[in-house]
């Protein structure tokens, strides 16, 4: 392939509002924690310069989306032509947790990804920083799950406390790559919507 | 060719006289002379003809013509007027004549002055600007008639400028005034001038540009000889924005000899540049060339360049053509032949000119200009026309923009062009049936019959009736007429023959309902389902298994017939016998040839409505697309698909009240309203959702689950047909669970797991995971459906119903309890168990059914099995822990149903008389039937209460039984119902009489009877000191006891003491406050208010505690707060 091309990787965030996805970005981006809580409305992107994944350095570009149904994006279809899908839970709310299945669905059916066995996932359980005792979902049922849907990358994480965050954003760039990498070999289905989608910087819908 | 303008002859000059100028007005017409004359015309619009022929010689002009000469002014110049222009605000007509500027009132035509500086001048151009009242800022392509009107007015500026040698000289009124001028130097002599902001001229050499900002005095050139237009970027200073105000500038660019010329186009902000070499759009919003625009292409340079809305205008270098413009597009839309034209009024009111000759270029509708281009089928034109003119201009216009859009996007499908084709549906929000009819009817889902429905045509028509009585014979659609192809397609069919003989012959009916249903006039849906239910039900008849192969496929070749019956002969090939014989499980990679074959042919009808509705646009028919084009093809639906199924539930939840008008517009980018998919939002959802699932089935049959087990309007019956057709029964059960058709699901369920012909689905392990999903409301399809899993293994009626689920928990326990206990006692022990233990569920009915099926337990073990052994001993244990443990049964109850005489319940027993308080009866089982009096005193320890007068005495029934045993329980014949015999007082020698056991219960609990009745009952030939431990021991605790109620006496006697000593102290500090008591600093009543109490017991105001505390000094120190 014709290596020194800069690589932009579109990496979509899911899940239901509130389990902290933008937060998640945001940590991840800027180093930037809040506590306060301000609904995700449509779906937005930020960028993220200079990820070295081995010895490739790729562009990703991280697109939050709005957990609220009423908030969610008619807009523009960005998940297409997306490289990696990564959904989020709270592990201290098992709702969250159930709704992971939806998402996936959901992704898949909006992405249509060609070969959607192997497109890749990555499942965060986020808050691990709350006290134990309001734990409602535990690591053994979260990596079940993760099993059972095809060995799906699972991470423990905090936005509050950075924990484990850049570790699962080198894994979501990695699998982003090679997912890129692959597809590159296959597409002779040239997608409107993503080029478009270059010239609409900053969009949000 | 459009026809945009109509030539209108309006004046034509006699043989002697030459135009030089023209000038419009709204209703004026000024014509300047060679000879110095003037001409007005008045003209009238509502005349408007339209000639479409200029050459032919307007001979009775003079009779209709709509140009009134209203006044000739002979001498009106001296020199020939070469230019002509007016200030419309300023209310001043400006002449070019004999190398000056000249002055004229416009109203009354009386000259003012000569402009004595412009001497040399050889163009002049004028702009005006108009401040309003009130600020706002237009759209860009505000048409000329939206605009403010002149009473909105405030203020107007208008400016001349006029070029002379290498000076430019400014003019600027202020509303009729003329308020000041200036001149600056330019580096060449312009020559042509053109406004592009009120404040901003563009000068034209002979191939170049600058531009000069008037206020400023500042000269950039923008353009370079030679170098190719856009190589450049002009730079501007800064450009001020231009909001509340508006301009027109000046006319065309005059057409001296070898001038580079530019129109301004006030609807975008940009100017068109025009010189020898090229042309190029350049931005009088930022000052630089627009680099995203082509070049307008010219055969060869233009004499003279201008605008009107929204066209562009150009007269060729001959001066026998005028050509019509769209910018946007840059087609040339008209071309009109002229007599060498000479001058150009262009703006809203544009007239050309010979020289003795004048026309005006009379605008037709753009509603007619668009109905045009449509029937030229010049679609793209005609969408950037429409979407260039303003609503007012065309009526309905965003409906008709959609139309137009469609139309397109259905031309960019013919022509094998399908991402753009889906993407331009997707961006007007296509209705989906309208999409869906360009794809054959294994994706559309719709049937031609159903178009005929459409159509009106309810009656079949004569193709229809033979298709429906040929039975298995007839192939595919009705609308194939029966020409040459069609017998040929026969002919292939003879040959697939053999293939089919056996799938027909097994099951005739079936296909030939399956074909008649393609053509029915009659809705097809509503016959599938007899059809596939008919399928399945045989399939679950049959035990053989061979045929079950050969069932599945031929739903598999159903779906593949049309191919080979009707694909155009050569396509036809033994691939389809191939994709026959591979699995029914679609395998999308052998099946895409075959695929594309059927694809192929549902085209060739789609394809021909397609056309017919299209007029002739070019059009490369379905037989040149491969498989490929059409896999391609529905990939790209995909596109579309998705996009409406997004917002077609987004307008559901807004309908529906999930989401506010507020959410929706806040993330909806689309020009999107509920009317975009008609008012049957689900019918729509529906159509897009099944589309979709069959797209998915093609072309990626992984996402087929995804698909059905979110929510969706996937109508049933088409997604049974197409999953059962593909074996995709995991997802069929999935879509109705997640339709909650569970019925349904179960039903396949079984019929698969009957049939074994799906290995997967052998057993009964998926129709108990799909039980454990439902809840109380489905019970009694759980019950239909458990019973037969459980009879093979009881354990999934443990799986079943004693899951830690919230659904498992919501059934109704009495019922499955009902349920359970007619199939296996074993297994509603486990369920009571679970419910009385694990789930601690209190009702007594339980407790009492548990209770009883472990009596039951025992007693049927018993007969099996030596009563010492672990299947008659664990049932008794339980039995025994659920009596003691339990508080729920009912004793009675299953005391009755204990055997009279069975030991092993002895214990169990006990414990129930316990439970009715009958404890003599319980202790008569330890003494008598159990002859274990460490039990008996045990028991009585655990019962006695001395505050409970049937406890109290418990021991004393113990000694009782030990010293006078009635009759009966000396024969060890004790039964639960033998009367107690009357007490015989004077008779000691009871038989049966346990001493030992008695004096043993004395000496260990003595304190608990009263030694009076204890010594009573006593033989009395007992020795004494046998009885010394019992004694002893009551004394001991009679002696603690007394010594115990001493000290609390002399506790209590203490308390009384501290607490009277209490009262006293705290009766000394009181103050008594009453309605009269006065505040001894301010003197007023205390009432209510917070108070400060002093150690002297002084009372005062709070807010008055600080002044005495002063006035009384250091003796009173603390102060008590109170209310
Ligand atoms: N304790 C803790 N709180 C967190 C963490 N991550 C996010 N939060 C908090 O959770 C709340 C929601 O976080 P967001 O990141 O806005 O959630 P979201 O998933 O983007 O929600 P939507 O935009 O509505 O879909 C905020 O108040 C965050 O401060 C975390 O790791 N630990
Ligand atoms: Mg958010």
């Known amino acids: 392939m014709s290596s020194r091309k800069k690589t932009m990787l579109k990496v979509i965030i899911l899940g239901d509002s509130g389990v902290g996805k933008t937060s998640l970005m945001q940590q991840y981006v800027s180093k930037k924690f809040s506590n306060q809580y301000k609904a995700t409305i449509g779906a937005d992107f930020l960028t993220k310069q200079d990820v070295r994944v081995d010895d490739r350095n790729v562009t990703m570009q991280l697109w939050d989306t709005a957990g609220q149904e009423r908030f969610q994006s008619l807009g523009v279809a960005f998940y297409r032509g997306a490289d990696c899908c990564v959904l989020v839970y709270d592990v201290n709310n098992a709702k969250s947790f159930e709704a992971l299945d939806s998402w996936r669905d959901e992704f898949l059916i909006q992405a249509s990804p060609r070969d959607p066995e192997s497109f890749p996932f990555v499942v965060l359980g986020n808050k691990i920083d709350v006290e134990e005792s309001k734990r409602a979902v535990s690591q053994k049922r979260a990596l079940a799950f993760c099993q059972a849907k095809g060995n799906i990358p699972y991470f423990e994480t905090s936005a509050k406390e950075a924990i484990n965050v850049d570790q699962a954003f080198e894994v979501i760039a990695r699998n982003a790559l090679a997912q890129e990498e692959s597809e590159e070999y296959s597409s002779d289905f040239s997608d409107p919507i993503n080029i478009h989608l270059d010239n609409d910087r900053g969009g949000c819908c | 060719m459009l026809r945009a303008f109509a030539p209108v002859p309006v004046v034509e000059l006699s043989s002697k006289e030459r135009i030089q100028a023209i000038y419009s007005t709204n209703d004026r017409l000024f014509v300047g002379l060679a000879s110095g004359a003037l001409k007005v015309y008045e003209i009238d619009d509502s005349q408007a003809l339209s000639d479409p022929d200029p050459s032919s010689a307007p001979s009775d002009t003079s009779k209709r013509s709509p140009a009134k000469l209203l006044t000739t002014i002979d001498k009106f110049i001296k020199g020939s007027i070469e230019q002509l222009l007016g200030l419309e605000e300023a209310r001043v007509l400006i002449v070019l004549s004999g190398g000056y500027v000249h002055l004229y009132d416009l109203d009354t035509l009386a000259y003012q002055e000569r402009l004595h500086r412009t001497k040399g001048a050889v163009v002049f151009a004028t702009s005006s600007e108009l401040e309003f009242k009130t600020p706002f800022a237009l759209p860009p392509n505000t048409a000329p008639e939206k605009r403010p009107s002149v009473a909105d007015v405030q203020r107007s500026v208008s400016r001349l400028v006029v070029a002379a040698k290498k000076k430019l000289h400014c003019y600027e009124w202020q509303g009729a005034e003329l308020i000041g001028s200036k001149e600056i130097t330019v580096p060449e002599r312009p020559r042509s001038l053109t406004f592009i902001k009120p404040d901003r001229i563009l000068c034209g050499l002979v191939v170049e540009y600058f531009v000069v900002d008037i206020p400023a005095s500042q000269v950039s050139p923008i353009f370079a000889a030679g170098r190719p237009v856009g190589a450049i970027d002009g730079v501007l200073a800064g450009v001020a924005a231009n909001i509340g105000s508006i301009t027109s500038s000046s006319s065309a660019s005059s057409r001296k000899q070898g001038c580079a010329l530019a129109a301004r186009l006030p609807e975008d902000e940009s100017v068109v540049l025009v010189n020898e070499f090229s042309s190029a759009f350049f931005s009088s919003e930022t000052g630089s060339f627009m680099k995203s625009k082509r070049q307008i292409k010219f055969k060869d340079v233009p004499s003279m360049l201008g605008y009107s809305y929204p066209f562009v205008l150009s007269v060729t270098a001959n001066g026998k053509k005028l050509e019509v413009r769209n910018p946007k597009t840059y087609t040339l839309l008209q071309s009109i032949n002229f007599p060498t034209l000479q001058h150009f009024n262009d703006g809203k009111n544009p007239f050309v000119a010979s020289s003795r000759q004048i026309w005006k270029l009379s605008r037709r509708s753009f ?206 090939d033994n691939r389809n016998a191939v994709g026959q014989g591979s699995r029914p499980a679609a395998d999308t990679l052998s099946l895409s040839d075959s695929l594309a074959n059927f694809l192929s042919f549902g085209k060739s009808s789609t394809m021909r409505t397609a056309r017919s509705e299209l007029g002739n646009a070019e059009y490369t028919g379905p037989d040149s697309m491969d498989g490929k084009a059409l896999m391609k093809a529905v990939r790209c639906l995909l596109i579309y698909l998705i996009d409406a199924r997004r917002k077609i539930a987004r307008l559901t939840s807004l309908q529906s009240g999930t989401i506010t008008e507020e959410d929706f517009d806040r993330t909806a980018s689309a020009k999107l309203n509920l009317a975009s998919y008609g008012s049957d939002l689900e019918k729509e959802a529906c159509i897009v959702d099944t ?171 018993a007969q099996l099995y030596s009563s010492d052994d672990e299947m008659v001993q664990r049932p008794v244990r339980k039995l025994l822990r659920l009596l003691r443990e339990s508080s729920q049964y009912r004793p009675e109850k299953i005391l009755a149903a204990m055997p009279r005489d069975s030991s092993l319940f002895m214990e169990s027993k006990a414990v129930l008389f316990s439970r009715l308080g009958e404890h003599k009866r319980a202790l008569e089982i330890f003494v008598f039937s159990m002859k274990d009096s460490q039990k008996a005193q045990e028991y009585c320890m655990n019962v006695y209460d001395s505050d409970v007068p049937n406890s109290k005495s418990v021991f004393y029934t113990l000694l009782e039984l030990y010293l006078r045993p009635p009759a009966k329980a000396a024969t060890n014949g004790y039964g639960a119902t033998a009367p107690s015999l009357p007490t015989l007082r004077d008779n000691f020698d009871y038989p049966g009489m346990n001493l030992e056991a008695a004096l043993e219960l004395l000496s260990q609990h003595g304190s608990r009877l009263s030694a009076v009745d204890a010594l009573e009952l006593l033989p009395p030939d007992i020795k004494l000191t046998s009885l010394g431990q019992f004694f002893e021991s009551h004394l001991r605790e009679t002696n603690t006891t007394i010594n115990r109620d001493r000290i609390s006496a002399a506790l209590l006697k203490a308390e009384l003491v501290r607490t009277q000593q209490l009262l006293v102290k705290l009766k000394s500090k009181n103050v008594i406050i009453s309605d009269t008591k006065l505040c001894p600093v301010c003197l007023k009543r205390l009432g209510s208010s917070v108070i400060s109490v002093f150690p002297n017991r002084t009372v005062v105001h709070y807010g008055c505690a600080k002044a005495y505390k002063e006035s009384s000094g250091p003796r009173a120190q603390t102060v008590e707060k109170d209310e």
């Open chain 2, 367 to 572: 509603e007619e200009q668009i109905e045009e281009l449509i029937g030229q089928n010049q679609l793209d034109e005609a969408i950037a026309l429409i979407e260039n003119v303003d609503d007012v201009f065309v009526s309905d216009r965003s409906s008709k923009l959609r139309e137009l859009k469609m139309r397109r996007a259905e031309i960019l499908f013919s022509k094998l062009k399908f991402s753009q084709s889906m993407t331009l549906f997707s961006e007007v929000s296509a209705p989906p049936e309208r999409v869906l009819k360009l794809y054959p009817e294994a994706i559309s889902g719709v049937a031609e019959s159903s178009e005929a429905m459409k159509n009106g045509t309810d009656i079949p028509t004569p193709e229809e009736t033979s298709a429906e009585t040929n039975g298995e014979k007839s192939h595919g659609p009705a609308e194939v007429p029966p020409t040459s192809e069609a017998t040929e397609a026969e002919k292939v069919d003879d040959e697939e023959r053999p293939d089919e003989v056996e799938a027909s012959t097994d099951a005739p009916t079936d296909a030939s309902t399956s074909k008649a249903d393609a053509n029915s006039v009659s809705p097809s849906q509503t016959h599938d389902i007899p059809t596939i239910t008919a399928d399945t039900v045989s399939l679950a008849d049959s035990t053989n298994a061979e045929a079950q192969k050969k069932k599945d496929l031929e739903i598999f070749d159903r779906f593949l017939r049309p191919t080979t019956s009707n694909s155009s002969s050569s396509k036809v």
């Open chain 2, 691 to 861: 589309a979709l699932l069959r797209c998915y089935i093609i072309i990626n049959p992984q996402l087929v689950g995804p698909l059905v087990r979110l929510p969706n309007h996937c109508d049933k019956n088409a997604v049974r047909q197409q999953l059962l057709m593909y074996g995709k029964y995991s997802e069929l059960v999935d879509f109705y669970f997640n339709k909650k058709l569970h019925g349904d699901a179960l039903a396949l369920l079984k019929q698969l797991s009957d049939s074994k012909k799906v290995s997967e689905f052998n057993g009964p392990e998926h129709i108990v995971r799909y039980l454990q999903k439902l809840g109380q409301e489905h019970l009694d399809l759980i019950f239909e459906y458990a019973k037969e899993p459980v009879n093979i293994n009881e354990e999934y009626g443990v799986e079943i119903f004693m899951a830690n689920t919230p659904e498992a928990e919501s059934l109704s326990r009495k019922r499955v309890e009902q349920f359970l206990l007619p199939i296996s006692r074993k297994l509603t022990m486990k369920y009571l168990e679970h419910i009385v233990f694990g789930l601690n569920d209190l009702s007594p009915d339980f407790h009492n059914d548990l209770a009883l099926t472990y009596l039951e337990d025992v007693k049927t073990n």
